[in-house]
């Protein structure tokens, strides 16, 4: 089973600036098959990312990950309020697994 | 439009058994990869267990935490997913969402449902 571990824990950002957040694999992750996702209180996670680089139909464009193997990241240039949630990195190449979270909250 | 609604949760004593379901509508059910995904109280996501559709025979994967408690099953007639859950303990108490892959044979979680709430407690 592969463990993903997010970094960091909690991300303390102003809208505008930009977001970094991280996922590691305990083992490369087949075929890039690693997802991010948005979860907001009260509402189901949204898919953002798949195939570690592609943008779900819908998704704005400041949102873009990238990564191979072990090392994935999101990015979210130019914060929007909406943006604020708890991100997950998820692969699901072999038995699926979630990373921890990020939560992304406001400075 | 994709539709998954999730029902069957509600209080459980430890040890006890529940059975949840998932009906889906608005794509070609048995093609697909149906999963279950849960979140405790406070907690973060975490994969319980996929049945594969049926271009790949409908095999069954589970989570180290629920294996050999959990038997996940599918009905194409009614396009259902059920999850029966066995022995259950303090720590199952989640919100279960039923989710679909986004591509055959398999691919991220596209789709989800709303949940429901599965409470195990004395």
């Known amino acids: 089973e592969i463990v993903l571990t997010q970094s960091p824990g909690t991300l303390s950002l102003s809208p505008g600036e930009r977001a970094t957040l991280s996922c590691r694999a305990s083992?490369?992750?087949?075929?890039?098959?690693l997802a991010w996702y948005q979860h907001k209180p009260g509402q189901a996670p949204r898919l953002l990312i798949y195939s570690a680089s592609i943008r779900t139909t819908g998704i704005p464009d400041r949102f873009s990950g990238s990564g191979s193997g072990t090392d994935f990241t999101l990015t979210i240039s130019g914060l929007e309020p909406e943006d604020f949630a708890v991100y997950y990195c998820q692969q699901y190449g072999g038995l699926r697994s979630f990373g921890q979270g990020t939560k992304l909250e406001i400075k | 439009e994709v539709v998954l609604l999730e029902s069957g949760g509600g209080l459980v004593h430890p040890g006890g058994s529940l059975r949840l379901s998932c009906t889906a509508s608005g794509f070609t059910f048995s093609d697909y990869p149906i999963n279950w995904v849960r979140q405790a109280p406070g907690k973060g996501l975490e994969y319980v267990s996929t049945?594969?559709?049926?271009?790949?025979?409908?095999?069954?994967a589970y989570a180290e935490s629920v294996r050999g408690r959990f038997t996940v099953s599918r009905d194409d007639s009614k396009n259902t997913v059920s999850l029966q859950m066995y022995n259950l303990r303090d720590e199952d108490t989640a919100l279960y969402y039923c989710v679909k892959d986004m591509f055959v044979p398999w691919g991220a979680f596209d789709m989800w449902g709303q949940g429901t709430m599965v409470t195990v407690s004395s």
């Open positions: 083992q490369s992750v087949s075929d890039n098959s």
């Open positions: 049945i594969s559709g049926s271009t790949t025979g409908g095999q069954r």
